[in-house]
């Protein structure tokens, strides 16, 4: 069965740190695995895509990273900011006869404080 | 929200009625998503569009039905509500980027609960 884990479940941080977020996958075959920033009662909006043959891709402050070998993805947030307060939902989109099937992670809820 | 709409934004129905919520875009793209979104569990894809009356179903159809009858509009019908679709509705919309990826926009979401 294709799964997306996502760790930590939760995490707290202070305005101006850093942090990363893990993505483990099960999908195959693989097209691209997604980053996305979903705010409290808005809809998920969009930081990365990589294909297999990237890995690693920028977005300002955030940077995704992709091992296709492992199946594992990072999304690393530099000097972190109040507003990256979300969760963050990592997608794994299917290849092959899935093509363009999702696959969603149950998301990592970034807290962060003053 | 990339030029998603979805109406009713809140709804509070009874088990047993009908309920249809509303996804409109002025973005022209080819394919239309619903998905919900419940504690515990990723989103799922409930149906989806790759054209005027072309629908399909997605891993949670039962008990939802869908329709399309111009490109800007996709119709999510619950036939006769029950608790267990309580959860919070997206639309998605997309279209073939300049590297072949068909990335997708989320609408701001309907939350519903049936009571």
């Known amino acids: 069965k294709n799964q997306v884990e996502q760790s930590p479940q939760s995490l707290i941080i202070l305005e101006g740190k850093n942090c990363t977020l893990q993505?483990?996958?099960?999908?195959?075959?693989?097209?691209?695995l997604r980053w996305y920033k979903q705010d409290t009662g808005r809809g998920p909006v969009s930081l990365t895509i990589?294909?297999?043959?990237?890995n690693t891709k920028s977005n300002g402050r955030y940077t995704a990273t992709l091992d296709a070998d492992t199946k594992q993805s990072s999304l690393h947030i530099t000097a972190s900011q109040l507003s990256d307060s979300a969760s963050y939902i990592c997608?794994?989109?299917?290849?092959?006869?899935?093509?363009?099937?999702?696959?969603f992670g149950q998301g990592t809820i970034l807290t962060v404080h003053p | 929200d990339a030029g998603i709409t979805q109406s009713p934004r809140h709804k509070v129905t009874e088990t047993g009625t009908p309920v249809t919520l509303r996804c409109h875009q002025t973005?022209?793209?080819?394919?239309m998503y619903w998905y919900r979104q419940d504690p515990g569990h990723g989103l799922r894809l409930i149906h989806y569009?790759?054209?005027?009356?072309?629908?399909d179903k997605g891993e949670v159809s039962d008990g939802y039905s869908v329709s399309r009858s111009k490109t800007e509009d996709f119709l999510l019908t619950l036939e006769s509500a029950t608790s267990s679709q309580t959860s919070v509705y997206f639309c998605?919309?997309?279209?073939?980027?300049?590297?072949?990826?068909?990335?997708?926009?989320f609408g701001p979401g309907t939350r519903l609960t049936v009571t």
């Open positions: 998605a919309i997309s279209e073939s980027n300049s590297g072949g990826l068909y990335e997708q926009y």
């Open positions: 993505c483990n996958y099960t999908v195959s075959p693989f097209s691209n």
């Open positions: 990589m294909t297999f043959s990237e």
């Open positions: 997608v794994v989109s299917g290849g092959g006869t899935s093509y363009g099937k999702l696959t």
């Open positions: 973005e022209n793209h080819r394919y």
């Open positions: 569009s790759y054209g005027v009356k072309d629908t």
